[in-house]
């Protein structure tokens, strides 16, 4: 989760497919099955135990295509005055919809790849951190009990008489790694039909939380020049790291901004989070460059944010930086506005019992955002356990965002 700031890796490009029904990149591999009718938690378990590092996420793609292919066939054979369920796969991303026409869409999305294993898998039950009940094992918060949540969802009502909105199920490849492996990009970029609805649902954990919105994020890099010297006669060169140094306390200095949009309450923060300088100890560093990274809330434009940063830092722009400075944007992604004003949204947080605060970290739904889409996070799990070793969602979590995922995806849109 949260990938906006980590820096890109360098496989090979990503393989991609048109989304016709059966497309797979490569060569298919031997999918193991799964039982979307088993509960969540078991089905938690299942997705767990298999492995799905980011560029590596073809055999659960393929067992994830393969069972709701199945949810399809059935519906077809027990059901046969319903419209089909579609099964589109584009590379490693899979997409099921539902077709009946019922007013309004609901989009339910997951990532399927996980960060590397910490000596975490297989999955195993056993207490977790409260003393409860929890699926171990790599994946089983970040994002692998929201997957299993939306899964079962999905093969639960597909054909049920009481399924009030269609269904989007889309579980994608690439989420931990840098934005151009991500699967909901490659779909904005080539299947954009794919993404249409009212309001989208990632299985994130929050706690089983809504948490709406997401704040956006920028990061600049900030290098001074200076000029090299032994450091026996410093007096001949000119530190660049003593040139970054009001450039760090006047980020030290700004005052986080708090601001309340829908009653979800977002803070800022603007911080320098790497620095480099010198080539030896005896030496005056001729350069010294830093990253900094504001996290702002998502009643800013990026450009906004920039312009921010840009008065902050006070040493220029990139297009007119200070003598001895030089900037540019590393990183940039919009914030996105928690919607919560909009039927489809609010519906959700009364179904889930009108819990909701902020979500402070970049996720995706910036990017339904972005097509005009309210998108909130809600999933099982402790966003503070995701990338650990010991990576736990307690069981009774799993149930409870289960059940309100149900209910919400069977009530009626108020009118």
């Known amino acids: 989760m949260d990938n906006a700031s980590r820096p890109p890796t360098q496989p090979p490009a990503p393989t991609t497919t048109g989304a016709s029904p059966g497309t797979r990149p490569g060569t298919p591999t031997a999918a193991p099955a799964l039982d979307l009718t088993a509960s969540p938690v078991a089905l938690t378990r299942a997705l767990v135990d298999i492995p799905s590092e980011s560029h590596?996420?073809?055999?659960?793609?393929?067992?994830?295509?393969?069972?709701?292919?199945?949810?399809?066939?059935?519906?077809?054979?027990?059901?046969?005055?319903?419209?089909a369920v579609t099964v589109d796969r584009h590379g490693n991303t899979v997409v099921a919809r539902t077709h009946r026409g019922l007013g309004r869409r609901v989009i339910l999305a997951g990532h399927i790849d996980t960060v590397p294993a910490a000596d975490n898998l297989p999955s195993r039950s056993a207490p977790?951190?409260?003393?409860?009940?929890?699926?171990?094992?790599?994946g089983s918060v970040d994002m692998k009990s929201g997957d299993a949540v939306f899964l079962h969802a999905f093969a639960t009502l597909a054909a049920s008489?009481?399924?009030?909105a269609d269904l989007t199920l889309i579980q994608y490849e690439g989420e931990e790694v840098a934005t151009r492996f991500n699967g909901l990009q490659h779909l904005a970029d080539d299947r954009p039909d794919l993404l249409e609805g009212d309001v989208a649902i990632l299985g994130e954990p929050s706690g089983a939380v809504i948490e709406a919105g997401c704040q956006g994020t920028v990061r600049v890099k900030v290098t001074a020049h200076g000029r090299r010297a032994h450091s026996a006669r410093a007096w001949l060169g000119e530190n660049a790291v003593h040139a970054l140094g009001p450039v760090i306390s006047r980020v030290a200095a700004d005052e986080p901004r708090q601001v309340d949009i829908d009653g979800c309450g977002y803070r800022e923060g603007l911080n320098v989070v790497v620095a480099h300088?010198?080539?030896?100890?005896?030496?005056?560093?001729d350069e010294a460059w830093m990253f900094v990274?504001?996290?702002?809330?998502?009643?800013?434009?990026?450009?906004q944010a920039l312009d921010h940063v840009w008065e902050v830092l006070g040493v220029g722009t990139p297009e007119a930086p200070a003598d001895g400075f030089s900037l540019e944007v590393d990183d940039a992604a919009p914030g996105a506005l928690p919607g919560l004003d909009r039927p489809a949204a609010r519906a959700l947080v009364e179904a889930t019992g009108g819990r909701v605060r902020a979500k402070f970290g970049w996720t995706d739904v910036a990017r339904f955002a972005g097509l005009g889409m309210p998108a909130?996070?809600?999933?099982?799990?402790?966003?503070?356990?995701?990338?650990?070793?010991?990576?736990?969602?307690?069981v009774h979590m799993i149930e409870t965002v289960s059940d309100q995922i149900l209910r919400y995806l069977t009530t009626p849109e108020a009118s």
């Open 56 to 83: 590596h996420e073809a055999a659960i793609a393929d067992a994830v295509e393969t069972a709701l292919r199945g949810v399809a066939d059935r519906q077809a054979a027990d059901h046969p005055d319903l419209p």
């Open 128 to 138: 977790g951190a409260d003393g409860t009940e929890a699926v171990h094992g790599l």
């Open 161 to 164: 008489p009481d399924l009030t």
């Open 277 to 285: 300088a010198g080539v030896a100890t005896n030496t005056i560093p």
């Open 293 to 303: 990274n504001f996290r702002f809330a998502p009643d800013r434009s990026v450009e």
């Open 376 to 394: 909130v996070n809600f999933g099982p799990g402790d966003p503070g356990l995701c990338h650990t070793p010991e990576e736990h969602c307690p």
